[in-house]
């Protein structure tokens, strides 16, 4: 009986998603600018002291659902857990996301760690239903986009060159002949 006592004496896990901004009145992000707008705020004083990576949360439109914080770091680097990362994007019920990290030293040329951290994001994003929009690496003086560099090798391998990741292709209307 008390074998059976300590397997019923388990933690209860509870989700919740309560988002308290009417979808009109969610701010739409429209390109990578405004992005590094977003986010470099949030960073204020801290964009030279040490590494911080943020996750901007979309809903199909486009429209923000939240920012949250993913991780903090050192000077050099800082650990990013995926768990987390999808943890978040499940219960915002994001559609899309985009990753947004700060290089103290003012460098926007992504590391090897950079680009296999975006690797790896897209890779479980894809297996889930989101898309992983972009991932810029910030500094006060501007930002470097995966996507808009056309970073094909580590972001979506089927994406053209020439299309936007910020394009809603549902609101695309083709000429009809």
């Known amino acids: 009986m008390e074998i059976l006592e300590k397997l019923l004496n388990v933690a209860e896990v509870e989700l919740s998603y309560k988002c308290h901004i009417k979808p009109a009145d969610r701010i739409k992000i429209s390109d990578e600018k405004d992005v590094y707008s977003l986010v470099k705020s949030l960073l204020e004083d801290r964009i030279e002291h040490h ?3 943020y996750m901007v949360l ?5 429209k923000v659902l939240g920012v949250a914080l993913v ?3 050192g000077v050099c680097n800082t650990v990013v857990d995926l768990r987390i990362i999808f943890q978040t994007a499940i219960l915002a019920n994001a559609s899309r996301i985009i990753l947004v990290h700060n290089h103290p030293s003012g460098n926007l040329k992504p590391s090897l ?3 296999k951290i975006t690797k790896r994001v897209y890779q479980v994003a894809s297996i889930l239903g989101i898309e992983l ?5 910030i500094s006060e003086e501007g930002y470097y986009s995966y996507a808009i560099e056309g970073r094909i090798d580590v972001m979506n391998p089927s994406r053209d060159d020439y299309s936007s990741p910020f394009l809603n292709l549902d609101e695309i209307v083709l000429p009809i002949h």
């Open 51 to 53: 590494e911080e990576m």
């Open 58 to 62: 979309l809903d199909q439109a486009l």
């Open 71 to 73: 991780s903090k770091g």
């Open 113 to 115: 760690q950079d680009d």
């Open 133 to 137: 929009t972009d991932h810029l690496i």
